[in-house]
């Protein structure tokens, strides 16, 4: 048994506290599990490190944010788990099997939309099914309900430059989901658009989530949108990064735009925000 799967918590501690190692209980096996992983880059001047002997555990239909400094490693995260980069040392297992490779169970949703501009929203929602060479007429009822889901009903036929960026990211979300992944991971998917469709977006994430429940692994360097959307929020230290606190987030949900004057809310966010002074 790894040393993740040995230290893993059922609920993340208390926000100040240290956390308390113990195994999980019954149904609470792990969906993702990185033991020990480190990523060093060649350069010019000798080894980078970008990651150092990250720990890191995902239950199924949990929503964990991984909260850190510009530099920390947060997109090599992203690569390691979408299977475009293996470790320098270190294991990843879904669901305990070793990864290799890009996995059909993982969607990305990424800090720009990157929709093709000559295909519409329900081409571009499509375009992962093209690309695995599926049946495009199976896929097409789902892809039509997707973008219905999150809000984009009546636009399936529109072009991207007829779309505004918080509707072009709409249509990204709903091809990271076509294919019904077991983990969405998403990098910073709102860090382009204003403090305004932010909000919003970040509370039509929550509803889509609540509906659909994949897992979801979201990398940010905002602290309201990891307090709002998360169960747990992973704090990860600067270069070379690795978690440095694992907090959990227990406010109820669903959670509305009162929810950011919450007490608890500020707490946590406060909690946080003096973690990173500390740290930086």
């Given at each position: 048994?790894?040393?993740?799967?040995?230290?893993?918590?059922?609920?993340?501690?208390?926000?100040?506290?240290?956390?308390?190692?113990?195994?999980?209980?019954?149904?609470?096996?792990?969906?993702?599990?990185?033991?020990?992983?480190?990523?060093?880059?060649?350069?010019?001047?000798?080894?980078?490190?970008?990651?150092?002997?990250?720990?890191?555990?995902?239950?199924?239909?949990?929503?964990?944010?991984?909260?850190?400094?510009?530099?920390?490693?947060?997109?090599?995260?992203?690569?390691?788990?979408?299977?475009?980069?293996?470790?320098?040392?270190?294991?990843?297992?879904?669901?305990?099997?070793?990864?290799?490779?890009?996995?059909?169970?993982?969607?990305?949703?990424?800090?720009?939309?990157?929709?093709?501009?000559?295909?519409s929203a329900l081409e571009n929602v499509l375009l992962p099914i093209r690309l695995t060479g599926k049946s495009v007429q199976t896929a097409a009822a789902r892809a039509r309900s997707l973008l219905d889901l999150v809000g984009l009903s009546g636009f399936h036929?529109?072009?991207?430059?007829?779309?505004?960026?918080?509707?072009?990211?709409?249509?990204?979300?709903?091809?990271?989901?076509?294919?019904?992944?077991?983990?969405?991971?998403?990098?910073?998917?709102?860090?382009?658009?204003?403090?305004?469709?932010?909000?919003?977006?970040?509370?039509?994430?929550?509803?889509?989530?609540?509906?659909?429940?994949?897992?979801?692994?979201?990398?940010?360097?905002?602290?309201?949108?990891?307090?709002?959307?998360?169960?747990?929020?992973?704090?990860?230290?600067?270069?070379?990064?690795?978690?440095?606190?694992?907090?959990?987030?227990?406010?109820?949900?669903?959670?509305?735009?009162?929810?950011?004057?919450?007490?608890?809310?500020?707490?946590?966010?406060?909690?946080?925000?003096?973690?990173?002074?500390?740290?930086?």
């Amino acid at each position: 048994m790894s040393s993740v799967r040995q230290a893993v918590r059922d609920e993340a501690a208390p926000a100040g506290q240290a956390p308390a190692p113990r195994r999980p209980g019954p149904g609470k096996s792990m969906l993702l599990e990185l033991c020990g992983v480190s990523v060093s880059y060649p350069s010019r001047r000798g080894p980078v490190l970008a990651l150092d002997k990250l720990d890191l555990a995902v239950q199924p239909s949990s929503f964990v944010s991984v909260l850190g400094p510009s530099g920390c490693g947060k997109s090599t995260l992203v690569k390691l788990v979408s299977g475009l980069l293996k470790p320098t040392t270190g294991t990843i297992e879904f669901d305990g099997v070793p990864a290799s490779g890009a996995r059909d169970d993982v969607g990305v949703a990424f800090q720009q939309a990157a929709l093709l501009p000559w295909k519409s929203a329900l081409e571009n929602v499509l375009l992962p099914i093209r690309l695995t060479g599926k049946s495009v007429q199976t896929a097409a009822a789902r892809a039509r309900s997707l973008l219905d889901l999150v809000g984009l009903s009546g636009f399936h036929d529109r072009y991207p430059h007829e779309l505004s960026g918080g509707m072009q990211q709409r249509v990204s979300l709903a091809r990271s989901l076509i294919r019904d992944p077991s983990i969405l991971v998403m990098d910073e998917p709102f860090s382009a658009l204003d403090a305004m469709t932010r909000e919003n977006m970040m509370i039509e994430l929550q509803r889509i989530w609540l509906e659909t429940r994949p897992s979801v692994l979201f990398i940010t360097h905002s602290i309201q949108e990891a307090v709002f959307l998360s169960d747990r929020v992973v704090v990860m230290s600067g270069r070379p990064g690795k978690v440095i606190e694992d907090v959990a987030i227990d406010l109820p949900r669903p959670r509305d735009v009162h929810t950011l004057a919450d007490p608890r809310f500020v707490e946590l966010s406060n909690h946080l925000r003096d973690m990173f002074n500390r740290e930086h």
